[in-house]
């Protein structure tokens, strides 16, 4: 009976132990990867590891003006998603340039997302939850 407790939990404990080696080799190692393989979503502190490691990353805020102009990442340029020339303006951008898109949850810069795969960007990442987890973890924002 020791046995059959102890046995699953032995097991759980390497997976575990597994899981967090390959979580540290990916977090040290994600400002060489390129960008191509960060397309998708990604969380704050890559997204910030990334823009520390990449100067040349565009990052984008397809927020409303009045949100941008209440906290954006340094940097961000802004293109409202809402506004009708989104499209036109995104259009104007250089395709072959490496996009982060975020908006105030990761709903907007979702769809954002759709939107510029569909117009041929291949290098776009979305940020998790948007600039409210970026200031949830303790990311800067600047006015």
Not at 111 to 125: R, Y
């Amino acid at each position: 009976m020791t046995a059959r407790f102890f046995l699953p939990l032995a097991a759980l404990a390497l997976l575990a132990g597994c899981h967090a080696q390959g979580k540290e080799e990916a977090d040290e190692s994600i400002g060489e990867i390129p960008m191509q393989h960060l397309a998708g979503m990604m969380g704050p502190r890559d997204v910030q590891q990334v823009m520390m490691s990449r100067p040349q990353l565009a990052v984008l805020d397809v927020r409303t003006p009045e949100e941008f102009a209440a906290g954006h990442i340094a940097g961000a340029t802004n293109i409202d998603f809402k506004n009708e020339d989104f499209a036109a303006q995104i259009a104007a951008l250089p395709k072959d340039k490496d996009y982060i898109v975020y908006c105030r949850t990761g709903h907007r810069s979702g769809q954002a997302l759709e939107a510029m795969q569909g117009m041929g960007f291949q290098h776009v990442a979305n940020m998790e939850g948007g600039i409210t987890a970026w200031q949830d973890g303790g990311l800067p924002v600047e006015n």
